[in-house]
């Protein structure tokens, strides 16, 4: 998640195309992947150790403080500022964070995750086909029509059916121990060769809407692979720079809420004043520390709200 997260940051530069670092503004088209993917297999960890009212109470405390508290500082800095900030979407859903497509997402993926645990436990293929269909669906009737527009619901939906199948395929690797059997496996194995030759086939015969449609598919299938990357490269970098890593891993919910903030707000305000790359590092070193502070603030109120409430039982 760390390196993800990273690469996410670097990708939304329009210098870091650059080399060498557009090796990690590559790497960013898979960052928000890799996150639903981790999702996934992280509410199935949830999910098979807690009830769900327990669930919900654990994901709204992991998502709905940090939300507010980044939402309501982005909001407040846009009503002094508004005139250099006018470029970006700051309105009262801002103070929710609602301002980010991926936050709209996961709240959908974090609501229908105990439903989609209990569909794909009992009929995973079943399951599997339902996601896809839906994903496909969208591609071919939502897309074409209204686009990528997040900023209203049908976009949304859009924006959350056309990442759902990388959430969906994080449970089903997690769930991989109770539900396989041979005819599972085939099945799982024969899906990937069929993604792979429709995305071929679409390349070769240049068909935009079956490219739009299964390439992401192909990406969300290809994920694991880079997952398996990040470890390989975590275990040959040297220590701080592994540690950095780990750093950016536990705070990455908190920088991405405000790190493109952060980093477009010093553009507008000082693009071309002084070098870009040291606005980059300026953006990125001010988002962790942001990051930081938000975190360790949360966690301290939240602890001592916890601990009162247990004191009082």
């Avoid at 990273?6 to 195309?17: G, K, P, R, T, V």
Wanted: glycine share 6%.
């Amino acid at each position: 998640m760390g390196i993800a997260m990273l690469s996410i940051m670097l990708f939304h530069q329009e210098f870091s195309s650059i080399p060498p670092l557009n090796i990690f503004h590559n790497f960013g088209y898979w960052g928000v992947e890799i996150f639903l993917f981790l999702s996934g297999m992280g509410m199935v960890n949830s999910l098979s150790k807690n009830n769900i009212c327990v669930f919900y109470r654990h994901r709204l405390l992991r998502l709905f403080p940090a939300c507010f508290l980044f939402g309501v500082f982005k909001w407040s800095i846009f009503q002094v500022d508004s005139s250099s900030l006018s470029d970006l979407h700051i309105d009262l859903w801002s103070c929710f964070s609602l301002d980010l497509w991926f936050i709209h997402s996961i709240i959908i993926y974090y609501a229908i995750s105990p439903l989609l645990y209990r569909f794909l436990m009992k009929y995973p293929e079943l399951g599997v086909l339902t996601v896809l269909t839906a994903y496909v669906l969208s591609h071919f009737f939502l897309t074409p029509i209204i686009g990528y527009d997040w900023k209203s619901p049908i976009g949304v939906v859009t924006w959350t059916l056309g990442r759902l199948p990388v959430f969906t395929y994080g449970m089903l690797l997690a769930l991989f121990p109770k539900i396989i059997n041979r005819q599972n496996f085939y099945l799982c194995w024969g899906a990937f060769i069929a993604a792979v030759l429709l995305v071929v086939t679409a390349k070769m015969i240049e068909l935009p809407i079956w490219v739009s449609c299964f390439l992401p598919l192909f990406t969300a299938l290809g994920t694991p692979a880079m997952i398996i990357g990040c470890i390989v490269v975590l275990s040959i970098i040297p220590g701080m720079l592994k540690n950095i890593c780990f750093f950016t891993g536990s705070i990455s919910l908190e920088l991405y809420l405000i790190h493109e903030f952060i980093i477009w707000s010093i553009y507008l305000k000082a693009y071309n004043v002084y070098n870009t790359l040291l606005l980059l590092l300026v953006a990125i070193v001010l988002s962790f520390v942001l990051a930081y502070a938000g975190k360790t603030i949360l966690n301290y109120i939240i602890g001592n709200i916890t601990h009162c409430k247990i004191n009082f039982l």
